[in-house]
């Protein structure tokens, strides 16, 4: 989640065409000094840093196999067109989850923002296992 690819293709294709340009003339090509390559960042922020480790387990459960349905993976699309069930998918709930404590939560101790995040994923596996169980 943090990487961007296609930003990365943009990267590698500008840097090999001014490569090419630069042996055509007998030169080398240098990207440090290069002020073009610094706005083709490639890197993202990095959204799953710090999250508890019951983000991993709703990853985990959104990609378990649908206790209802044969061969079909649990995840956000299928529950909701096959169950009429709306959970999050783990890129909102991420979101969700770094909008509420970027707002709220900022100046809060960290062992409360820990607490915080927890719950808040707590909630989406137990509707999940829920839904597992019934
Ligand atoms: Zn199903």
Redesign the pocket.
Known sequence: MSYDVCRREELVKYISTKKWECRLKGESYNRTFDKNVCGLVTKCKNLVKNLPKEAALYSNLLCAM????IG?R?DAD??ES??SMKVDSLREAVEKVHVLVDKGMAKCPRKERINFTTNLFTSKINVLRRFMAS
């Open positions: 649908c206790p209802k349905c079909r649990m299928h529950l096959a169950h």
